[in-house]
């Protein structure tokens, strides 16, 4: 049994320390080629070691499916809260219903192909139809064994494909409803709709496929490129929960949408403040336990690897609240419930794809710099250049993405995850390599998701309309798109 296996089959509590102890008597005595010599203790290890991998399965899959409500919770209550809190009270009813409903539709894409197309296959440019309608994910009957068989998602990872599938899924639902922030009060409902199925299906599913499932952006480790293995670009990508795939996508795509969009009806002049920020500072809080199984659940086990990843997501976030905090201190005087959401969120959003190569103290700069330089990014750099970015889908995800991205190829270190057999890692360590993969990753995603981005909205343009007209937007999109209110006050 290798290190790693034995480190993810870690258990706790007095009887199943037991089985564990078992268990490595089994392997000790295999690796000196002796058998135990009474025979009823031969098959009692046997039993052990087989119920120490039942409770690694099943702890494993307890903290992957609890990974899973917290990812979903992220979307709603915790962005649609959020994000709900930031418009006018006219258009409160709207953002929510785009959450909620990105909550049902993305699901069901993700069953009928979304998984397939992510993570099916060894394609270098997206998956095939192997999980096509959860084809060799769902439980199946053995005519064999007699018995109903569960498909298993990797032997070094031993959770069930459908618990992988969950977890993925969550994060195919939270990432298209980042971008309603950029086009918030001004996009037609049923353009939000057909877009973001578009956006979903050919700019997430193959960038999924590119870092996690072994495509062009996937990392290469040094010994597989030297054998002329390696065939992604740069390299590859240390993404750990979805730097490039989730924070950069969805931002870079929510600056077109703005631009493409154009500014809100009385931008600039009318009073556009946040309605609630009551909302806001509930729904930051809540995005900020969420991203635990965020980030934390991407490690697939509940391991020494998770608790890591845990950690540094915690300090990052912390580090971005004060720092966004104490940056409007200096600069304006007094420090905002708002500018503190932010900074927690762009925390957040920078630790992500570093979750799982880099130590708390490197978490805290992260953090601190994502704060400073997203308050700027939604502040300065978007009045500078007049883009309506709503919510700062754009300044929050796409600047912190990208930063936390080319901050892992700083920071990583193979003291938290020997990805590339005991190789440095970061710039930290003194290596450069993971530093130009991170560099080429941002490049591509940044093209990709523009380009993309770009003809799929004028496609929709063309066909529906992106935009509501005058009269629906200044009544608002609650009653203009759903015929309802927010707040009927007597």
């Known amino acids: 049994m290798s290190t790693l296996a034995r480190q993810r089959c870690q258990l706790v509590g007095g009887s199943q320390l037991v089985l564990a102890l078992l268990c490595t008597l089994l392997v000790s005595s295999a690796a000196i080629g002796q058998e135990p010599a009474n025979p009823e203790l ?26 899973c409500a917290l990812v979903l919770f992220m979307t709603a209550p915790g962005l649609a809260m959020f994000y709900g809190g930031l418009v006018r009270k006219k258009n409160v009813l709207s953002v929510m219903m785009q959450c909620l409903f990105l909550m049902g539709l993305m699901t069901v894409l993700w069953a009928l192909y979304g998984y397939s197309l992510s993570f099916g296959g060894d394609g ?83 960038l999924c496929h590119w870092v996690w499932d072994g495509g062009i952006l996937a990392f290469n480790t040094t010994e597989k490129i030297e054998a002329g293995e390696g065939t992604s670009w740069g390299g590859g990508a240390l993404d750990f929960a979805g730097g490039t795939v989730v924070h950069i996508s969805s931002g870079i795509s929510a600056l077109i949408c703005a631009i493409l969009l154009g500014r809100r009806i009385g931008w600039g002049q009318d009073d556009m403040r946040p309605h609630n920020l009551t909302y806001t500072a509930l729904g930051a809080a809540m995005l900020w336990v969420g991203w635990f199984g965020f980030n934390a659940g ?75 330089v997203c308050a700027y990014a939604c502040g300065s750099l978007k009045a500078k250049f007049g883009y309506d970015d709503s919510l700062d889908a754009f300044g929050v995800h796409g600047i912190g993405g990208t930063l936390g991205a080319v901050l892992t190829g700083v920071f990583a270190t193979r003291a938290c995850w020997d990805i590339d057999n005991g190789l440095p890692l970061g710039l930290i360590e003194g290596e450069s390599r993971i530093f130009v993969g991170q560099i080429v990753a941002v ?31 200044r009544a608002g999109l609650d009653v203009s798109q759903h015929e309802e209110e927010g707040y009927i006050l007597f």
Request: hydrophobic share 50%; aromatic share 12%.
């Open 443 to 473: 490049i591509v995603t940044w093209v990709y998701s523009i380009v993309v981005t770009f003809v799929l909205l004028k496609i929709v343009d063309m066909a529906i309309g992106l935009r509501v007209n005058e009269a629906d937007e």
């Open 124 to 206: 270098l440019y997206v998956g095939n139809g192997e999980y096509l309608f959860m084809d060799g994910v769902q439980r199946e009957w053995n005519e064999e064994a007699g018995e109903p068989y569960t498909p298993m998602f990797d032997p070094d990872i031993p959770i069930p494909t459908m618990t992988h599938m969950l977890f993925q899924g969550m994060f195919f639902i939270i990432t298209p409803a980042l971008i309603c922030g950029a086009f918030a009060e001004r996009m037609k409902f049923s353009a939000m709709v057909v877009f973001l199925v578009l956006w979903g299906t050919v700019v997430y599913c193959p």
């Open 42 to 67: 031969s098959e009692r290890i046997d039993a052990a070691h087989a119920t120490a991998e039942e409770a690694a399965l099943a702890g494993n899959n307890a903290w992957m499916l609890t990974s």
């Open 298 to 372: 991407s490690e697939l086990l509940s391991d020494d690897l998770t608790q890591s990843a845990f950690c540094v997501t915690h300090f990052s976030a912390a580090a971005g609240a004060v720092a966004w905090a104490l940056y409007e201190w200096i600069t304006r005087g007094k420090p905002s419930v708002l500018g503190t959401a932010s900074g927690a969120v762009a925390g957040l959003v920078c630790i992500t794809p570093a979750a799982g190569f880099v130590n708390p103290m490197p978490a805290l700069a992260m953090g601190a710099i994502a704060g400073v």
